[in-house]
Nanobody, 122 residues
Framework: QVQLVESGGGLVQAGGSLRLSCAASGRTFSSYGMGWFRQTPGKEREFVAAISYNGGRTYYDDSVKGRFTISRDNAKNTVYLQINSLKPEDTAIYYC???????????????WGQGTQVTVSS
């Protein structure tokens, strides 16, 4: 199993950038696909991006394509989400998750972090 801790969130003006990190504790991190999700009050947790176990494949929700980049460094047991050109609608709690594949729904992931808040001001 793996434990996940997100960091890097904060308050940023629209148009700015953030790099979120998800640090994993566990000996089998490299065997998991990783995903990023986000959630705001009144909305379901929505898929943002995913990356395969070896970083060879990525998948993005259409709402973030071209602005968000998911990557991973298995030697550091860390997955990243680079967020550029932030918009107010990107405001959410961002969660990382680990699962067996390249899932785009929350129930395809087995392990979750506690989330990090991203707030984008106009």
């Amino acid at each position: 199993q793996v434990q996940l801790v997100e960091s890097g969130g904060g308050l940023v003006q629209a148009g700015g950038s953030l790099r979120l990190s998800c640090a994993a504790s566990g000996r089998t991190f490299s065997s998991y696909g990783m995903g990023w999700f986000r959630q705001t009050p009144g909305k379901e947790r929505e898929f943002v991006a995913a990356i395969s176990y070896n970083g060879g494949r990525t998948y993005y929700d259409d709402s973030v394509k071209g602005r968000f980049t998911i990557s991973r460094d298995n030697a550091k047991n860390t997955v990243y989400l680079q967020i550029n050109s932030l918009k107010p609608e990107d405001t959410a709690i961002y969660y990382c998750a680990a699962g067996p594949g390249l899932g785009r729904t929350f129930y395809e992931y087995n392990f979750w972090g506690q989330g990090t808040q991203v707030t984008v001001s106009s």
